[in-house]
């Protein structure tokens, strides 16, 4: 039997507290400080630290966004742990009680099952986007505060300004449905008939990482082990070959679409519907039909 703890660190979560509880935690811990409001990665590596050292987890997981992949790796120094980086699968042997760390490597081209059984905690970072949300409240959550008197003179670097950037986009990892395009799309110019689908369809726009190595789509739009993990309601792939490097950001979409002129194409392997066929002869068939679709309604 495993016992589920979030820890959350921040300043003004208080109201939200209890919206958390239907996620199947057992505890919540709030670390609270007025100067955790923006990330400082020396307070977060403290907190966690000596939560730690107070509460000895066997498990340590966090999400591998900018924020985790950054004190992750100090944490896990400062508890003489290991740690295993973008975990894309995980499970537990209930009888050893290891965790079962799944990540890509060798460039993607083999999953690889990484344990650490002779020490603990036992820690990873994970992809955001790759697990399903599951509702499962348990009842009597306990919730724990507990107030870091920080002060700006504690850390060792200092917020002058914080700039928002600017989207254009909804993000990927939000996104219920995603258009992607691969090789197959032959060029930039290409990705004009990709727009007009997701246009169409009211969806984001992604591609494989050789799409943003050839300056076809911004890097921020890449689906795949070196970008996004996205899980959508539906996501099309046009003229994507399916490899292992691709499929680990989206394998989880409810529903895929596989746009591909090559009948043996890997992609296919994943896909609930296949449409072997040119994708810039199949696209705009299917953007005139939904359009027939969206004028008959």
């Given amino acids: 039997f495993l016992n589920l703890t979030l820890v959350i660190l921040g300043a003004d979560f208080d109201d939200k507290l209890g919206e958390l509880k239907q996620y199947g935690m057992d505890e919540i811990i709030y670390v609270k400080s007025p100067l ?4 400082y990665s020396d307070f977060y590596v403290k907190s ?8 000895k987890p066997e498990i340590i997981l966090i999400g591998a966004t900018p924020t985790g992949r950054d004190f992750a790796p100090r944490v896990a120094k400062k508890l003489n742990a290991g740690l295993t980086a973008d975990c894309t699968g995980l499970d537990i042997n209930l009888v050893t009680r290891n965790l079962l760390q799944t990540r890509p490597t060798f460039g993607g081209n083999i999953m690889a099952t990484i344990i650490t059984p002779s ?4 820690m990873a970072t994970v992809r955001p986007g790759i697990f399903k949300r599951i509702h499962r409240e348990k009842p009597n959550v306990q919730i724990r505060k507990i107030h870091f008197e920080f002060t700006e003179k504690d850390s060792v670097s200092k917020i002058v300004k914080v700039i928002n950037k600017e989207r254009t986009h909804v993000n ?10 691969g090789r197959g799309v032959g060029s930039k110019e290409g990705f004009k008939i990709i727009e007009a689908l997701a246009e169409t369809l009211g969806a984001e726009l992604a591609g494989s990482r050789i799409t943003v190595e ?3 789509l ?10 996004k993990t996205v899980s959508p309601k539906l996501y099309i792939a046009c003229g994507i070959s399916g490899a292992i490097q691709h499929v680990v950001g989206m394998q989880n979409a409810e529903i895929i679409v596989a746009i591909n002129k090559d009948p043996n194409a890997s992609i296919f392997n994943i896909a609930h519907y296949g449409i072997i066929g040119d994708l810039h002869e199949v696209i705009p068939v299917l953007i005139e039909e939904l359009n027939k679709i969206k004028t008959e309604s």
């Fill in 36 to 39: 955790l409001k923006d990330y």
């Fill in 48 to 55: 966690i630290t000596e939560l730690v050292i107070d509460n």
């Fill in 119 to 122: 020490s603990r905690p036992q």
């Fill in 172 to 181: 990927l990892e939000e996104a219920e449905i995603i258009i992607a395009g």
């Fill in 214 to 216: 050839l300056d076809w």
């Fill in 218 to 227: 911004d890097a921020d739009r890449q689906v795949g082990q070196t970008g």
